[in-house]
């Protein structure tokens, strides 16, 4: 176990600077950011003191080497854009955006793994095919229009939630968010619910499946015919073995959660990290997508190395498997 | 020991689907004494595995017994509820499934699964319940068990998880127990071993047991009396002498032809002719007439039973007299 850990820590190390030299190499190839920042009627000696500044003279190696030291002692750079340090600008959004996530994350699993198991031990009831009617039509409308919709439903019409920006925040434990106060739910549960309806639906689906599956096979029958109490066969036998599929389904979710909630913090002008990639990207901010990209890249390294873990301690075939690959 | 503990009478369990209704099992009736092991054949289809099914109470949807009796010590188990017959399920009745590789959760520990099938029953302490597996464990022939209650499947040996299984059934001292081809997924080697192994136990214990096959060469060995299923219905029955060595049903006949061990070495194996017929449209009748040999139009009405013994019958207008 521990033998797998360190060598999935290399592995990870490895992945993240393999990533850091291809986002160098791809962004050195785009363009040269100066001519989009210094205004056109600078003269030809501005824009070579602006290059000069930025450290773009030196060779590629040499660029890339200073970025990856700095970058280890925590500087990613100064925005081209914003002048201020890119993790300063980070840090100020990355709360929203976790918190938007976080509660999104909460609500797709909280309902969908009941509703999923639900659904695969009685297929035949209408509470199941209404579940599953609700999830055709999670997985069908585009995030950017269910958005709209419910704007206009729960925030318009229905006038239940606030619609726009965060709400209140408050500090405790070091942590800004908006999440200590009842203002900073009431903001976040619209703009929550709405990014975590594909998932939800995505999950329900994919917990039915498993669920179905699983409940025809021997060991289920087998438990039965021990005489054990169907609520344990459910959450012993069932759930823990469909939770084995599902976590790798659930981690993936997790890191488009983090990653990719550009639409819906468009949508609910969230002032979270998905608008700010964007803009950056438009007036090549190259810090600025330097740094997130990498932050996605590790959001997505850490989640996949947490969820070969969770498989680990779930499925003892998974752990005799990599114990001996470890060795 | 020896008066008749368990009684299946006019057993049917039907399945209601969109396409019709199949009839998997019609008319089935049997008994069991205590120390006693009834066999019975088929090939896959002929419904003996829903009769091990309809007893356990474990039919699944949209499958149901219609009508019937199936009764244990007298007392009616087709009337009580899915959670009064939990109760009966592993501490009375105890089943062992086909595939050894499937029965066996692969997330839990032999010892939890071991345990729970005495823990949902009866509040015993940890430390008896451990002694019980033990026991049952070593019972059943496996080496080392203190070691092989911390293992998960995985671990073991689809022998070995057979056993595991077979001890999970013994250990809440079944009356009766129902075995679905428990040995069909194994080596024949360890096939015979389990085989001798159920069958001392059966017979030490006292309980009944009912092993459903398609293999009569095993069953030969095993079974005390056989009762021959084809396409949902009884063909025939007896002791096991009776019916090996004097099979009046024309079905059985072609059935022990068709035993390889029978056939000549370089001849080519003895087939039955034709396939068995859907289960959604069976009408009056035999089962088996399009494939007899035997058959006449006397055979659209459904057979009577014919006795050749106390114990022998056939269902059968033509039976082969001896």
Avoid at chain 1, 79 to 98: D, G, M
Avoid at chain 1, 139 to 162: E, Y
Wanted: aromatic content about 8%; proline content about 5%; some cysteine.
């Amino acid at each position: 176990m521990i033998n797998f850990v360190l060598q999935r820590l290399l592995q990870c190390i490895g992945v993240v600077l393999a990533l850091s030299i291809v986002l160098f190499v791809g962004l050195w190839l785009i363009g040269n950011p100066v001519d989009v920042l210094i205004s056109s009627e600078a003269t030809e000696a501005d824009r070579q003191a602006a290059i000069v500044a930025l450290g773009l003279d030196r060779p590629i190696w040499e660029q890339y080497f200073n970025f990856l030291v700095n970058a280890m002692q925590g500087d990613w750079g100064t925005s081209f854009v914003y002048k201020e340090p890119v993790t300063t600008i980070l840090l100020q959004r990355l709360p929203a955006s976790l918190e938007l996530a976080f509660v999104a994350f909460f609500i797709a699993i909280g309902f969908s793994i009941p509703a999923g198991l639900y659904a695969g031990l009685k297929p035949e009831s209408s509470i199941s095919k209404a579940v599953m009617g609700f999830s055709l039509i999670g997985v069908s409308i585009p995030t950017f229009w269910q958005g709209m919709l419910l704007i206009v439903a729960f925030g318009i019409a229905l006038p239940f939630f606030p619609v726009g920006d965060r709400g209140d925040v408050a500090t405790y434990f070091g942590i800004t968010s908006s999440l200590w106060t009842l203002d900073g739910w009431h903001h976040v549960l619209l703009p929550a619910f709405s990014l975590a309806l594909l998932k939800m639906s995505l999950l329900i689906r994919v917990t039915r499946a498993a669920t179905l599956e699983i409940v025809r096979l021997d060991y289920v029958k087998f438990a039965f015919a021990k005489g054990v109490r169907p609520t344990r066969i459910v959450f012993v036998h069932i759930l823990r073995n469909a939770l084995v599929p599902l976590i790798t389904v659930i981690g993936i979710e997790l890191g488009n959660l983090l990653a990719y909630g550009v639409i819906t913090e468009t949508v609910f002008s969230w002032p979270g990290l998905g608008k700010l990639l964007i803009n950056s990207i438009k007036v090549l901010d190259r810090p600025m997508i330097v740094a997130q990209l990498t932050y996605t890249a590790l959001l997505f390294i850490t989640i996949n190395f947490l969820v070969d873990i969770l498989h680990m301690t779930i499925d003892p075939r998974v752990r005799s498997v990599m114990g001996k690959r470890a060795k | 020991m020896s008066e008749q503990f368990f009684e299946v009478e006019g057993l049917n369990t039907w399945f209601f689907t969109r396409a019709g209704t199949f009839k998997s099992v019609r008319d089935v009736s049997f008994n069991l004494k205590r120390g006693e092991v009834l066999g019975i054949v088929g090939e896959s289809g002929s419904g003996k595995s829903v009769t091990g099914m309809s007893i356990m109470g474990q039919v699944e949807k949209p499958g149901k017994i219609v009508s019937g009796s199936i009764r244990l010590d007298g007392k009616e188990l087709t009337e009580l509820s899915f959670d009064q017959m939990r109760k009966y399920r592993g501490r009375r009745i105890a089943m062992v499934f086909q595939n050894p590789l499937m029965t066996l959760n692969p997330l839990m520990r032999v010892r939890q699964q071991m345990f729970e099938a005495i823990s949902e029953h009866e509040n015993v302490p940890a430390a008896q319940m451990r002694e019980r597996s033990i026991a049952a464990l070593k019972a059943v022939g496996i080496p080392s068990p203190e070691e092989r209650l911390e293992a998960y499947p995985h671990e073991l040996s689809g022998g070995m998880r057979q056993r595991v299984v077979i001890a999970t059934a013994l250990l809440m001292n079944p009356d009766l127990i129902i075995a679905d081809e428990p040995t069909t997924a194994l080596d024949v080697t360890i096939q015979a071993q389990i085989i001798h192994q159920m069958r001392s136990q059966i017979t030490d214990r006292g309980l009944g047991m009912i092993w459903i096959t398609h293999d009569l060469a095993t069953l030969s060995e095993l079974a005390d009396r056989i009762l021959v299923m084809y396409a949902g219905a009884m063909m025939e029955t007896g002791a096991t002498a009776e019916i090996i060595a004097m099979p009046r049903h024309p079905y059985t006949s072609k059935l022990l032809e068709s035993v390889p061990s029978n056939n000549e070495p370089g001849q080519r194996l003895k087939q039955i002719r034709g396939t068995m017929p859907s289960l959604l449209d069976l009408g009056e009748g035999c089962a088996f007439r399009s494939r007899c040999e035997r058959a006449s139009p006397a055979c659209e009405i459904s057979p009577p039973m014919r006795s050749f013994s106390s114990t022998h019958h056939a269902w059968c207008h033509h039976p082969i007299e001896g």
